[in-house]
């Protein structure tokens, strides 16, 4: 009969267990660098909110609503003028500006609607442009017609037929005619106006047309005695 021999199974050697705190090393590294990663993403998004944030409200911690500091929106004016040849009329944009919109808004010249546009549709670097190429374009109006500079002045408020208006009626303008356009143009109908060159005036009112005292506006501008309140066009409409 045979005999039942048992086989020893041989085991493996015992090896080393893993080293937990080796294992802990090999990782570390891995979770450093996550760290890292998730701790500069958030600082990119936090820089990028504060961007944003400034980038929007630049114009409101300048005073303006087109972010421009007086001395850049001065430059960019000038910059336009000599692109135009008109550079020695610089001191007579830059009155525009002041009386248009004291170089605040946006369409810091209003020529949104020198152009047909609804006002204000203009960025400022377009109403810029706009607004110093129109004067360019009354200014050789007028010389060809042999008007004076005070009909240019209300033109750019009232449109380039102020300058026919004046040329049919004396060739040289007037308060008288400035008015009258502005009578016949709004049908005669009276807003009130209670600046102060209209208080002086008339007590307080003008036609709903344009604006009948920006000649007026624009010398006191150019005056640099005549206090700001005198020289704001924001009480039209």
Not at 170 to 185: M, N, P, V
Request: hydrophobic share 35%.
């Amino acid at each position: 009969m045979a005999k039942l021999f048992k086989t020893k199974t041989k085991h493996p050697p015992n090896l080393p267990k893993p080293d937990a705190g080796r294992s802990d090393l090999l990782h570390e590294p891995l979770h450093k660098s996550s760290k890292s990663f998730w701790l500069l993403f958030l600082c990119l998004i936090i820089a990028g909110s504060w961007l944003t944030i400034y980038i929007e409200n630049r114009g409101t911690l300048n005073g303006t609503s087109h972010g421009l500091s007086s001395e850049e929106l001065a430059y960019r004016i000038e910059e336009a003028a000599r692109q135009e040849g008109i550079a020695e009329h610089l001191p007579e944009l830059q009155a525009i500006v002041k009386v248009e919109s004291n170089g605040q808004s946006e369409d810091v010249f209003q020529s949104s609607e020198s152009l047909g546009l609804p006002p204000n549709s203009l960025s400022v670097d377009e109403s810029i442009d706009q607004g110093v190429s129109y004067y360019k374009d009354l200014l050789e109006k007028a010389d060809q017609l042999g008007l004076d500079q005070d009909a240019v002045f209300q033109a750019y408020n009232y449109g380039s037929g102020y300058l026919d208006f004046v040329a049919e009626n004396g060739g040289k303008h007037t308060a008288a005619l400035a008015e009258e356009f502005s009578r016949i143009h709004s049908d005669g109908r009276i807003v009130t106006y209670p600046n102060p060159v209209a208080i002086e005036s008339n007590g307080g009112w003008r036609y709903d047309y344009g604006n009948m005292f920006y000649v007026q506006l624009i010398h006191n501008v150019l005056n640099p005695d005549i206090p700001d309140s005198e020289v704001s066009l924001s009480d039209s409409a």
